[in-house]
Structure formats: C-alpha cells, structure tokens
C-alpha cells in the first residue's frame, strides 16, 4: 500500500541513486502528468501534506538549490 514503501534515507531522493538532483524532479513532474503512480508515490510527498502535487516540485528545486 502507499504507507508501506520504504522511502530512501535522502530526502527528495526519489529514484534512491543516493543524490537529489534533476532526475528526482522529473520523475514528479512525470508522476503529476501521466499519473503513473507507483512506488514511488509516498516518497514523491516531499512536503508531506498526503499529496502529490506542484508543492512537491517547488520543494524538492528548493532541497536541490541550497545543497548546491
């Protein structure tokens, strides 16, 4: 179910490649328009709200730029 999937330690790291970059963002934009929701759904909630949306984006750039 959604509560059940492990989430990457790294906060933003979607795709669990251990670095929270442009791939990460592209997979919510592609989640947020083809909804092909999957495991990726609990861990794409950056902002934790129960919802995947254009927040979680915003989020996740901003995550992005200040580790830059």
């Given at each position: 179910?959604?509560?059940?999937?492990?989430?990457?330690?790294?906060?933003?790291?979607?795709?669990?490649d251990?670095?929270?970059?442009?791939?990460?963002?592209?997979?919510?934009?592609?989640?947020?328009?083809?909804g092909?929701?999957?495991?990726?759904?609990?861990?794409?909630?950056?902002?934790?709200?129960?919802?995947?949306?254009?927040?979680?984006?915003?989020?996740?750039?901003?995550?992005?730029?200040?580790?830059?």
């Amino acid at each position: 179910t959604y509560d059940d999937v492990p989430c990457p330690e790294l906060t933003g790291d979607i795709n669990d490649d251990s670095s929270v970059d442009v791939l990460d963002v592209l997979i919510i934009v592609d989640l947020l328009l083809n909804g092909g929701f999957d495991d990726y759904d609990a861990c794409s909630d950056i902002n934790s709200d129960g919802n995947l949306d254009v927040m979680d984006i915003i989020n996740l750039v901003s995550i992005i730029l200040d580790n830059s």
